[in-house]
T-cell receptor, first 110, second 122 residues
Framework: QSVVTQPPSASETPGQRVTISCSGS????????VDWYQQLPETAPKLLIY???QRPSGVPSRFSGSKSGTSASLAISGLHSEDEALYFC???????????FGGGTKLSVL | QVQLVESGGGLVQPGGSLRLSCSGS????????MTWIRQTPEEGLEWLAY????????YYRDSVKGRFIISRDNAKKSLFLQMNNLRAEDTAVYYC???????????????WGQGTLMTVSS
């Protein structure tokens, strides 16, 4: 059971917007910055968002991140079928003294 | 381009040992912090170990402290994970990942290897 919680699944239709949440506590999200990773089937995770809301070079602006208090969110607008993937949040946990990952949210683009 | 390639996975008996390797290319290997992360269907992604660029600072996840040893050889652009006293619950896909950040509490894993599967079973 991870110390940061994500919904196991989400779904939306192409062209629409979806939001994936990541809920934690003061010892992790409440104090430190959040990253988001995308894992396409049969591939390694890829850094999608870092420091709550920053996009690495090459990541489309359709992907955005935000953080408020002890929760963070990843929003994907203008959904494409190729956005079907697992999405993980990640954050340093001060109590565990290490990075922790959310359980992952499987996004279906119907 | 940046590439990380893991090797060394396979089948090992409970209580046994295995050494994973990760070869880096396309970047100044010694300038980057590196980590090992594993993934299972049950536990998802778990960070295991961190090593600074020079190899002078090391951190471990509590559940692997005393059993796993992370090390690196910057001259050979290689990262290692020595795993001892292996248990069934260590069965996972193991990834090496390059890390960057202004300090250890804001690490970002920007490149990952393809992963190597280690299975602990008799």
């Amino acid at each position: 059971q991870s110390v940061v919680t994500q919904p196991p699944s989400a779904s939306e239709t192409p062209g629409q917007r979806v939001t994936i949440s990541c809920s934690g506590s003061f010892s992790n999200i409440g104090t430190n910055t959040v990253d988001w990773y995308q894992q396409l089937p049969e591939t390694a995770p890829k850094l999608l968002i870092y420091n709550n809301d920053q996009r690495p070079s090459g990541v489309p602006s359709r992907f955005s991140g935000s953080k408020s208090g002890t929760s963070a969110s990843l929003a994907i607008s203008g959904l494409h079928s190729e956005d079907e993937a697992l999405y993980f949040c990640a954050v340093w946990d001060n109590r565990l003294s290490g990075p922790v990952f959310g359980g992952g949210t499987k996004l279906s683009v119907l | 381009q940046v590439q990380l390639v893991e090797s060394g996975g396979g089948l090992v008996q409970p209580g046994g040992s295995l050494r994973l390797s990760c070869s880096g290319s396309g970047f100044d290997f010694g300038d980057y912090q590196m980590t090992w992360i594993r993934q299972t269907p049950e536990e998802g992604l778990e960070w295991l170990a961190y090593i600074s660029g020079p190899g002078t600072t090391i951190y471990y996840r509590d559940s692997v402290k005393g059993r796993f040893i992370i090390s690196r050889d910057n001259a050979k652009k290689s990262l290692f994970l020595q795993m001892n006293n292996l248990r069934a619950e260590d069965t996972a896909v193991y990834y090496c990942a390059r890390a960057w950040g202004i300090d250890v509490v804001s690490l970002h894993f920007d490149y990952w290897g393809q992963g190597t599967l280690m299975t602990v079973s008799s």
